[in-house]
């Protein structure tokens, strides 16, 4: 018989994969295929921090799928510490010469503040689904 929560868990598990590896592809683009020259006097002028929110939705991203994915036992910890190992190589393989990129601690604080407020998301929208599962499953009083 088909059991609908296991093909749920396969899904969001490809899905977390797709996105661990796309996170990488976008932080490994060597700089010289990478975006086009930033014009000085558009985006960043408007929206100097746009980067470092990237970098937090991607991340805040990442975690989510990885919370859906993982319905085990000590979930959030193991996201939160692949999280900090995933934002420190991110960063230390774009100082590679071949990827020609700045290795920036901003963006891996950035990171695991993305992570941190998708984990606690995600375990607030699980303790209100766990309290109602348990409300509408215990017995109800009657005179």
């Not at 010289?32 to 930033?38: A, D, S, V």
């Not at 990885?66 to 036992?73: E, R």
Request: include cysteine; aromatic fraction near 10%.
């Amino acid at each position: 018989m088909f059991n609908q929560k296991v093909m749920s868990n396969r899904i969001f598990l490809a899905m977390a994969i797709t996105w661990t590896v796309a996170i990488m592809v976008m932080c490994w683009i060597p700089i010289t295929i990478h975006l086009p020259e930033r014009d000085p006097n558009g985006w960043e002028i408007l929206l100097p921090d746009l980067d470092k929110a990237v970098h937090f939705g991607i991340f805040s991203i990442f975690a989510v799928l990885w919370f859906l994915a993982l319905p085990i036992p000590g979930r959030s910890w193991k996201i939160f510490i692949a999280a900090i190992a995933l934002a420190i190589v991110t960063e230390l393989v774009q100082r590679l010469p071949i990827v020609g990129r700045s290795c920036d601690l901003d963006d891996a604080l950035y990171d695991i503040i993305g992570v941190i407020f998708a984990l606690a998301f995600m375990i607030g929208i699980q303790a209100i689904v766990n309290r109602k599962r348990s409300n509408a499953m215990a017995p109800t009083m009657t005179a």
